[in-house]
């Protein structure tokens, strides 16, 4: 296989479909991701949720393949802490599909002269495009992991730009010793930003991040622009993603034996939904559930195991112990519901749904997030139009805040 042709013409590919903008399409061609890749990678087939082992020792032309696909790689599992060619239970780390790099660097605007902080090193590919951008003494990358920061290091001296700075340290607290920066790019996923971010950043510069709420796994690119006065940013959501979060604002899934109580069984409130499930929690990648998680918030989504014609959705407040359980019938009949807690979450997710349509069901583009003092506001078209709210935690507070 040839590897260097097949990457250019998924180069080529990308930059006839606007993702790769003109002055990233040489960089990307001249810094191939392959170049960064470990031997073992577990391919994540995007379009059949499929993930299997790809070993370049075994079947280089299977390794080939999978380097110069669009396909995101898995590249650790479990923190490290999974040995062997199976999958672990949970993703830790990647080398992201290249259409979501490209997209993300093009939404940073980064310029030479500029100088880029970035949150989760991985693999250091994305630190390579960056660094040939803009000179590899302009870019400081964090890598949590002692192990990838230390693979990270050599893949940058191999490929001549060993002048980046790998920290290895908690991303969460950004790296003070090289800020003012003038673009922060974060390639984990967060809910609230961390305060560090903000301190470290220039004022007029640029956040990118993938930022969700905790109702669903999937998020959106969120570019933001720091204001003069370093109190607010804001900007437009650019394209949903799903990255793995920032490990200080990771989430368990609730357990149902704290939710779903015989108390709350028998307490719990019986009604109907003509709602469907493809009407409002499809899927990961459908807006309507990414939707809902910005009307909704303090909840999160679990889709339970089908059985008897019905499909089991779960709704959990994640402020108390509030539930909703939606039966959804595959025949799209009236759907039982039932509802316990002081908030009533299928409600309130049913109202969502009819807001979301009243607004004229916007999807990334016009949907934008503004974070200041008094948390994050997300907004349709303009900022000044609000349509949901989410309070930040301990690990936000902008300068000048009371910490």
């Given at each position: 296989m040839n590897t260097l042709s097949n990457w250019q013409e998924l180069a080529a590919r990308l930059a006839e479909d606007g993702v790769l903008k003109p002055e990233w399409r040489p960089v990307f061609e001249d810094l191939p991701r392959a170049g960064f890749l470990p031997d073992v990678v577990w391919r994540h087939h995007v379009a059949t949720g499929t993930v299997d082992v790809v070993d370049r020792a075994r079947d280089p032309e299977r390794w080939c393949a999978a380097a110069v696909s669009g396909d995101p790689l898995v590249t650790q599992w479990d923190d490290g802490a999974h040995q062997g060619q199976g999958q672990g239970r949970v993703a830790s780390s990647s080398a992201s599909a290249p259409s979501v790099v490209a997209r993300m660097l093009a939404d940073l605007d980064v310029r030479p002269g500029q100088r880029v902080l970035e949150v989760g090193t991985g693999t250091a590919w994305n630190a390579g495009l960056l660094a040939r951008r803009i000179g590899p003494a302009a870019v400081t990358t964090v890598e949590v992991d002692p192990v990838l920061a230390g693979t990270a290091r050599t893949a940058l001296e191999r490929h001549g730009l060993g002048a980046v700075t790998v920290v290895c340290g908690d991303g969460f607290r950004g790296h003070p010793p090289g800020a003012p920066y003038d673009r922060i790019i974060a390639t984990c996923g967060v809910h609230s930003i961390p305060a560090a971010w903000w301190e470290q950043c220039r004022p007029g510069g640029r956040i990118v991040v993938p930022w969700g709420t905790r109702f669903t796994r999937t998020?959106?690119?969120?570019?933001?622009?720091?204001?003069?006065?370093?109190?607010?940013?804001?900007?437009?959501?650019?394209?949903?993603?799903?990255?793995?979060?920032?490990?200080?604002?990771?989430?368990?899934?609730?357990?149902?034996?704290d939710y779903v109580t015989d108390e709350s069984r028998e307490k719990a409130d019986r009604g109907t939904t003509v709602l469907t499930l493809a009407d409002t929690l499809a899927g990961e990648w459908d807006i309507s559930r990414f939707a809902l998680g910005l009307l909704v918030p303090d909840c999160t989504v679990i889709v339970d195991t089908p059985r008897d014609g019905r499909q089991p959705v779960w709704l959990c407040g994640l402020a108390d112990r509030s539930w909703a359980c939606i039966l959804f019938?595959?025949?799209?009949?009236?759907?039982?519901?039932?509802?316990?807690?002081?908030?009533?979450?299928?409600?309130e997710a049913e109202a969502a749904h009819t807001r979301w349509h009243q607004l004229g069901r916007p999807g990334t583009g016009r949907l934008g997030l503004t974070v200041d003092n008094q948390g994050q506001h997300v907004w349709v078209d303009t900022p000044d139009h609000v349509v949901g709210r989410h309070t930040t935690n301990d690990s936000m507070h902008l300068p000048g805040q009371a910490r």
């Open positions: 998020e959106a690119i969120a570019a933001l622009t720091l204001a003069r006065d370093g109190r607010s940013a804001s900007g437009r959501l650019t394209a949903l993603v799903q990255f793995m979060s920032l490990r200080a604002q990771r989430q368990a899934l609730p357990e149902y034996a019938r595959e025949d799209q009949q009236p759907s039982t519901v039932y509802q316990y807690g002081e908030r009533r979450l299928w409600d």
